[in-house]
């Protein structure tokens, strides 16, 4: 019945898009880089004093690695932005490191500012 699979679609895309929605209210525009850091649930996985979980790597001296712009990307699509070195840390870990791409780009220079220890 293509009706039913019309509503049904309608209804998939109704909830992925209030989820949406849900993640980035969740964040306000003006949050400080703490406050993203928890509410976009890094932390979760990164744990809060960002050492590390065991579903995820610690976030320290990330600087070796990433500039401000290079980390804000990879923190929006992750699967886009890789090296050698971020798959061969991806195999260490059950879990993906999830895109964040409902956060904004001036949200992500300040979270990446800040893991980068400028602020
Ligand atoms: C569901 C768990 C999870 C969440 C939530 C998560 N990450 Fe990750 N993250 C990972 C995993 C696993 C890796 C290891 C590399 C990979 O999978 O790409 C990673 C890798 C990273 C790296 C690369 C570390 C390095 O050594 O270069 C950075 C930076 C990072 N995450 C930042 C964040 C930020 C900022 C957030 C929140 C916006 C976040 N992560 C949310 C699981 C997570």
Known sequence: ????????ALAVLALASSCF???RWRVPDDA???VIY???ACADCHGEDRWGTERAPGLRELEAHW???SLAAYVAAPGENRDARLDALDAEYETDMPG???LSLAQRTRLARW???YE
Request: charged share 25%.
């Open 32 to 34: 400080t880089a703490e």
């Open 100 to 102: 964040s791409a409902f």
């Open 21 to 23: 929605h849900f993640r």
């Open 1 to 8: 019945m293509n009706a039913r699979r019309t509503v049904l």
């Open 67 to 69: 500039t401000v712009e």
């Open 38 to 40: 928890v509410r976009a």
């Open 115 to 117: 893991l980068l220890g």
